[in-house]
C-alpha cells in the first residue's frame, strides 16, 4: 500500500481493508489516503468508501475520520469523487449522527469547488434526506425563515397593536372636542389619521399578499 504509485498495493489494500477491525480501517484508510498524491482520485474514493461501507454503525468517529480526511486530500477538480465519498458517509452513518453528518458535509461543501454546484445540491440534499424529522425542519426553518403560522401570528400581534391604538384615539378625539383646543385637537387628530393610514396599509398589504399567494397557487 506504501508503494509510490499507489496503484495495485493499493487496490489489493482496498480489498484487505473489508477485514481489519474499526481501528484497523481508520489507520490503513487515512495511512493511504494521506500518503497517494493528488492523481490517485479514483484510489482514494474506492478506498474510502470501502472502509464507510464495512465500519459498523457505531463507529462514527471512525466513519467521520476517514471521509474528512478523503474530501480533505482529494484535489478540487475530483467532485464525482468528493460526492460519493460524501454520500456514502452520510448514508452509512446512524440516524442520531447529527453532528457526524454535519461535520462530513461541511467538509464536501466546503473543499468542492465554486464551479460544482450540482454536487454541492445533491450532497446538500442528501444530508437533509438523512436527518431525523424534527431537525429536517429546523433546516428549513433557518433557510426558509419563520413558518407561514409564525407570520401570520406576528402579523396579528401588529394589527392588534395599532387597532388598539386605533381605538383609543377615536375616544380621545371624540372627547377632546369638549376639554382640548383647537390646536390640541389638531395635533391629536394627525396622531389618529397616521394610526389609521398604517393600519389601513398592513390591512391592504395583507390583503394583496395573500391574493397573490392564492393565484400562484
Request: net charge neutral; no cysteine.
Amino acid at each position: 500500500m506504501a508503494e509510490p504509485n499507489g496503484v495495485n498495493l493499493t487496490r489489493q489494500g482496498v480489498q484487505d481493508i473489508a477485514n481489519l477491525t474499526p481501528d484497523g480501517k481508520r489507520e490503513a484508510a487515512t495511512t493511504a489516503l494521506q500518503s497517494l498524491g493528488s492523481s490517485g482520485a479514483h484510489v482514494k474514493k474506492a478506498i474510502a468508501t470501502t472502509a464507510l461501507q464495512t465500519l459498523g454503525a457505531n463507529d462514527v468517529g471512525v466513519k467521520t475520520e476517514v471521509a474528512t480526511t478523503a474530501l480533505q486530500t482529494l484535489g478540487s477538480n475530483a467532485v464525482d469523487a468528493k460526492k460519493d465519498i460524501a454520500n456514502t458517509a452520510l448514508q452509512t452513518l446512524g440516524s442520531n449522527a447529527v453532528e457526524a453528518k454535519t461535520e462530513v458535509a461541511t467538509t464536501a461543501l466546503q473543499t468542492l469547488g465554486s464551479n460544482a454546484v450540482d454536487a454541492k445540491k445533491e450532497i446538500a440534499a442528501t444530508a437533509l434526506q438523512m436527518l431525523p424529522p424534527d431537525k429536517q425542519q429546523d433546516v428549513i426553518g433557518q433557510i426558509q425563515g419563520p413558518t407561514q403560522m409564525v407570520s401570520d401570528r406576528i402579523w396579528q400581534w401588529i394589527v392588534g397593536a395599532f387597532a388598539i391604538v386605533f381605538v383609543g384615539g377615536s375616544g380621545t378625539l371624540v372627547a377632546s372636542v369638549f376639554f382640548l383646543d383647537v390646536a390640541q385637537i389638531q395635533v391629536l387628530l394627525t396622531v389618529f389619521t397616521t394610526v389609521a393610514g398604517i393600519l389601513a396599509g398592513f390591512i391592504s398589504g395583507r390583503a394583496s399578499a395573500s391574493e397573490r399567494t392564492r393565484s400562484s397557487g
